[in-house]
């Protein structure tokens, strides 16, 4: 079983991966297991975000707009964040699924998901309370990252 007991004195990390212990197989399904939990929480909250949305359109707010958006800064962090962190894992889940039968058809319901995500995002947010270009650039960062890795990767084994 992934995350065999390593125990050292004084360690927070009582429970840690040792490549000659832990088998891939055990690995990839605990990997998949909280990339997917990841996924549901930060789709869900980002649907539904904290505080919830406006009901009517009084007080000058717009019905369906999220409360939390009247703390414009607060609420930034959050989606830039809350996006950084549905994205990560859906390229764990991408990554550990490829190749895998009817790994076409999950990544199609991955980005179905993700373009529902956004479009719900962009509905419960009032124009001026979200920098689209930020949550794109965040949603864009662990695929940049990844890239980048891989380019170094190849560089580095033909030298």
Known sequence: ????????????????????????????????????????????SGVNPPGGVW???????????AIYASQNGAFHVFLTSNTLALSSSILVLMSLTYKFPFYLELWA??????????SAVFAISPDESVRFGALFGAAAV?????????????????T
């Open 142 to 158: 662990p695929f940049v990252f990844r890239f980048l890795i891989q380019i170094y990767k190849r560089f580095k084994s033909k």
């Open 109 to 118: 319901a991955i980005l179905g998901m993700f373009a529902t995500y956004a």
């Open 1 to 44: 079983m992934a995350c065999s007991p390593q125990v050292s004195k004084g360690s927070w990390f009582r429970f840690r991966y040792d490549e000659y212990v832990d088998t891939p197989n055990d690995t990839r399904n605990v990997l998949l297991v909280v990339a997917t939990v990841i996924t549901a929480v930060t789709f869900q």
């Open 55 to 65: 009901q009517d359109d009084t007080n000058g707010h717009k019905a369906g707009t």
